[in-house]
């Protein structure tokens, strides 16, 4: 049976940032925080989905003829989630996730019109098939093979 709690405090730091380079672009961020509840009546010791550490990094070229190739990691810290068999709380395994992507970009129309363009991309998500959780504390999808296509 999942509760609602009366408050949860957190104190902490998130960075931010992104930069181009060229025909690089690269992004990264952090959070670090240490949550603590404030109801002393609340049946949990800990608060759940709230990892004391999470944040990612996202690098990505521009390659000749309209292609480009990315790569992501985004990591997560350990954190807790309600057992529902059970009502307590159950721990859930740091994770760290790598996507990658390959893209094109085509381009219809002449530069004199409002040109349109297509864009595919063949993207891998948790391309080495890490376990992940969602909130709830139940395993995700796994690896993710993606073909996509883009009308702009």
């Not at 990264?28 to 709230?50: F, I, M, W």
């Not at 996507?99 to 129309?109: A, Q, S």
């Not at 530069?111 to 349109?116: D, K, W």
Request: one cysteine or more.
């Amino acid at each position: 049976m999942r509760v609602n709690q009366e408050g949860l405090r957190s104190k902490g730091v998130e960075v931010v940032g992104s930069r181009r380079f060229g025909a690089c672009s690269a992004g990264a961020n952090v959070t670090l925080q240490k949550a603590e509840l404030l109801d002393p009546s609340a049946a949990l010791e800990q608060p759940e989905n709230v990892p004391e550490l999470s944040g990612g990094v996202r690098g990505e070229l521009a390659l000749p003829r309209d292609l480009s190739v990315g790569a992501s990691v985004r990591h997560t810290g350990e954190q807790k989630a309600l057992n529902p068999n059970d009502s307590s709380l159950a721990t859930l395994a740091a994770s760290t996730i790598v996507d990658v992507d390959l893209g094109h970009t085509w381009r219809i129309g002449s530069e004199s019109e409002r040109p349109l363009s297509l864009r595919t991309a063949l993207s891998v998500h948790n391309a080495f098939d890490e376990l992940e959780y969602d909130a709830f504390g139940l395993p995700g999808a796994g690896r993710l093979v993606r073909l996509e296509f883009r009308l702009q």
